[in-house]
């Protein structure tokens, strides 16, 4: 009778056990799935966000550098995608979109608008974080990474100057010269408050002056044509506030 007894328990404690085990398989199981869905989300989101900010700074002609950089932690992220998702419609989308984006190259005057020039500050600013990010990851040093963010400083210090530069040129071919000074002084401005070396900005400085040279009007000028030259300006001015 106790013999029975003690099998019968020994039968329990095996039927509890195997019980146990198959709870904490499928348990793993479930965890592991819901990992793998949230990973998922989180390299899709990520992945959009640096692809977006590589084809803005690869527009903007930014140092190959830091594209490359950017570009080699895009693909860590699709090799993550290959290992969760090996067949999937993501990882084909995300190859799709990289192939698009390494063939962007760089647009003379593409940020001559408020909304372009928007856009290019938010991918700038956005590359500067990743840096902070794959410096985080051991994917390049942290002196690397602090150059990297001194490049994208200056690099969205240049784009502003040459959209004023831009919209100077183009009010100069069309002799309005004083609103062509006003997006000339705008960009030396900037030039001038940027925390660069000086060597790194005199190019932009000399090209600047050079600029105002030819925008400065002559004093020959008959005042009734500066008093409407001086009127337009102000008219540009108040619209551009």
């Given at each position: 009778m106790l013999?029975?007894?003690l099998i019968f328990l020994f039968s329990l404690i095996a039927v509890g056990f195997v019980?146990?085990?198959?709870?904490?398989?499928?348990?793993?199981r479930e965890q592991q799935q819901e990992y793998r869905h949230k990973r998922l989300k989180e390299l899709n989101k990520k992945s959009a966000e640096t692809l977006e900010c590589l084809a803005v700074l690869r527009e903007a002609n930014c140092r190959a550098e830091i594209t490359n950089a950017l570009s080699g932690y895009v693909v860590s992220m699709i090799e993550e995608i290959s290992t969760l998702a090996p067949d999937s419609d993501l990882l084909q989308d995300i190859g799709a979109q990289k192939e698009s984006t390494d063939r962007i190259t760089p647009v003379p005057g593409g940020f001559n608008n408020d909304r372009a020039l928007k856009k290019a500050q938010i991918h700038i600013q956005h590359a500067e974080k990743l840096c902070i990010e794959m410096a985080q990851q051991g994917k390049i040093s942290v002196s690397r990474a602090k150059q990297f963010q001194h490049d994208l400083y200056w690099l969205h210090v240049c784009v502003f100057a040459?959209?004023?530069?831009?919209?100077?040129?183009?009010?100069?071919?069309?002799?309005?010269?004083?609103?062509?000074?006003?997006?000339?002084?705008?960009?030396?401005?900037?030039?001038?408050?940027a925390n660069v070396?000086?060597?790194?900005?005199?190019?932009?400085?000399?090209k600047i002056r050079d600029l105002l040279n030819k925008a400065r009007p002559s004093s020959a000028m008959a005042t009734?044509?500066?008093a409407a030259s001086i009127d337009l300006l102000s008219?540009?001015?108040k619209k551009e506030e």
């Open positions: 013999q029975d007894n019980a146990l085990l198959v709870n904490n398989f499928f348990s793993t040459d959209a004023h530069i831009n919209q100077g040129d183009y009010y100069l071919a069309r002799d309005e010269k004083l609103i062509a000074m006003s997006h000339y002084k705008h960009a030396k401005a900037m030039v001038a408050r070396p000086q060597k790194q900005k005199q190019d932009y400085v000399d009734g044509n500066l008219k540009k001015e």
